[in-house]
């Protein structure tokens, strides 16, 4: 006897299930967020009837992309649905393929904007060591026998979390330079564009954006 589809639908979903590494289809239905009312009518060959968000999120939970799950499970006796379907049934199966791009571009531009969101998060958190570390850091470099030395390699994360998320410094700890209003702080007394100042406290940007002036003082003639 034939197997139906829905006995072939449901073995190759448990095939699916365990390479990736899922128990069963309860906790299929619990990681995706997906009802077994969903998966049972994904076995009974209805996948087209299910909304974009379901099927986007059984593939993530499957480790599959969505043109996968439905070329997966709109396929029996060795043929293809669209060429055994009506032209509506291909039209609606190509309309959840551009639907679920449509939902890919989207979560991805919302992904960066969570991205940007969690950077400034972190900089505020880190915003006193951010500003004082490079300080005491050049302090602690004159004078090796201080024991402070030994903490050094320990901010290294630190400065690789920021080299990551392309941070450069403004200038260095007491380098002597051009003020420039637009990246230069004065910490006492005044300064014309252009006179040589001495960088007391560096400054941080992300490419072109200012995050933190440098702060800095006139050099006494």
């Known amino acids: 006897m034939s197997q139906t589809l829905y006995e072939k639908n449901q073995q190759l979903l448990n095939t699916l299930i365990k390479q990736a590494n899922i128990e069963d289809l309860l906790e299929l239905s619990k990681l995706s967020g997906v009802s077994q009312w969903q998966l049972n009518r994904l076995q009974h060959g209805l996948i087209v009837k299910m909304s974009v968000e379901n099927i986007a999120a059984l593939a993530r939970t499957l480790n599959l992309s969505i043109e996968q799950l439905i ?3 709109i396929s029996y006796d ?4 669209s060429a055994k379907s009506s032209g509506e049934e291909a039209t609606t199966i190509a309309n959840l393929k551009r639907e679920y791009a449509s939902l890919q571009e989207q979560m ?5 904007v969570l991205k ?8 505020q958190a880190i915003e006193s060591w951010l500003l004082q570390w490079p300080t005491a850091a050049a302090a602690v470099r004159k004078n090796s026998q201080l024991p402070a ?12 979390l920021l080299d990551e998320w392309g941070i450069e410094t403004i200038a260095a700890v007491g380098e002597k330079l051009p003020y420039d209003p637009q990246w230069h702080q004065l ?3 005044t300064a014309n564009s252009g006179q040589l100042v001495e960088v007391r406290y560096v400054g941080y940007k992300q490419g072109d954006k200012l995050l933190y002036k440098a702060k800095v003082s006139p050099i006494e003639e």
């Not at 940007?116 to 900089?123: A, N, T």
């Open 78 to 81: 060795g043929e293809s649905i």
């Open 149 to 160: 030395e030994r903490l050094l390699p320990l901010v290294k994360p630190i400065e690789q």
């Open 108 to 112: 991805q531009q919302q992904r960066e």
């Open 116 to 123: 940007r969101e969690f950077q400034q998060d972190s900089l």
């Open 187 to 189: 910490l006492k007394g």
């Open 71 to 73: 070329d997966t499970f």
